[in-house]
């Protein structure tokens, strides 16, 4: 019984003074110097006169090299840090057509470069 014990302390010992002797290299840290801002308001255009432009609560999605959603308040306003790439911006809203309807941006695509801070609406309009 004592003999068991003596080698599993020295087996112990051993595995202990190789996991020192042997170490990995840590991992890299994620830089987030490849990221790009992209913010904007969710917004309602037309309607009754003066049918100027107003912020709608909603969501809106962001979809690209990663995807994102965002609950969008009653200011209308949203805010997202993503990689640098290329993205298409929808959105909906409870109070345009019950949500039923994407709204979008003005071109079909937006861009991001790295460290770049890009303002792009989501529309909200009968075209």
Partial sequence: MYRRAV???AALSLTAACATTHSHPPAPASSPAG???LTG???AV???APGSPRPLPGSVT???P???H???GSDGSYRAVVPAGTYTVTGTSPQYNDGASNCRTDSDTVTLAAGQTV???VICSEK
Avoid: K, S, W, Y
């Fill in 7 to 9: 080698l599993a302390l």
């Fill in 35 to 37: 990221n790009a801002t």
């Fill in 41 to 43: 308001l969710l917004i």
């Fill in 46 to 48: 037309g309607g009754p």
């Fill in 62 to 64: 962001i979809d690209g």
């Fill in 66 to 68: 990663v995807t994102q």
């Fill in 70 to 72: 965002i609950a969008v």
């Fill in 119 to 121: 303002a792009a609406d």
